[in-house]
């Protein structure tokens, strides 16, 4: 509800209460009723209102108009949803993007999951329960962040799936996996000259093993760029395709 609408919604309680033959609360009660249902629109407040004057004699009280309004969901995972993230959590490999409440459950959980994997779901959901319920009591939004595993592919993919179902923004995306870019970004710049230089010292005769390690070094140091930059450009295309159906 908008404040535009408090009146509307006064008025609507009132007439409740003169249903049930009760006077209308005080003005701090009355408070506390705008602060528990004013999240919901209007309407659905009012039908809230009617079917408990159809379904009570008694005066309404905030709980017994929640009880009549569908929950709202604020981008929370459900209790199961959490466990199926946390658990990814333990291959050190995956990359996981979670709230900080799943993060949290699944610190006390993980150290019997090993073990005890049927424990250790119970007492992470039982943790997770208790730890949004304390977060929503205080109003605090869920916060979604990266784990970043040691796959660096897999991070690309899963930072990807983050920002395509609206949990990451893309600049915070980038932050994480970088080559997450626009097609523009120029590709890492590899040493040419450098590494041709130690090629030749090694066919000219410096045939040292330090001088063969070095070229060795810096042959795959210009094949994991290589590697990188072709990443890097396949990554772009496909954020390129997800912002054009963002745009269409």
Known sequence: MTPNEK?????????????????????????????QLSTYPLDA????????????????TPASILKHLPKMSDGRPEPDEAWAIAIRSADERETVVWT??????????????DGDEIGARMAFKAAYARIVDRNRGANLPPQWVVSQGFDAQRRIEVVEHAVRAGR??????????????????????????????????????????????????SARAREDAEHTAELKRAAARRVAGYRGEVRA
């Open 100 to 113: 900080q409440e799943i993060a949290e459950a699944w610190a006390i959980a993980s150290p019997v999951f």
């Open 45 to 60: 407040v009012l039908r809230a209102l009617s079917r408990h004057v159809a379904t009570s004699e008694f005066a309404p």
């Open 168 to 217: 990451l923004q893309l600049a915070h995306a980038q932050a994480v996996a970088p080559l997450l870019t626009s097609e523009s970004d120029p590709a890492p710049a590899v040493d040419v000259e450098a590494n041709l230089a130690r090629l030749k010292a090694i066919v000219s005769g410096v045939g040292s093993a330090q001088a063969r390690a070095s070229a060795a070094a």
């Open 7 to 35: 009146r509307p919604f006064i008025d609507a309680l009132k007439l409740a209460h003169k249903t049930a033959r009760q006077p209308l609360p005080e003005p701090d009660v009355m408070d506390v009723f705008w602060a």
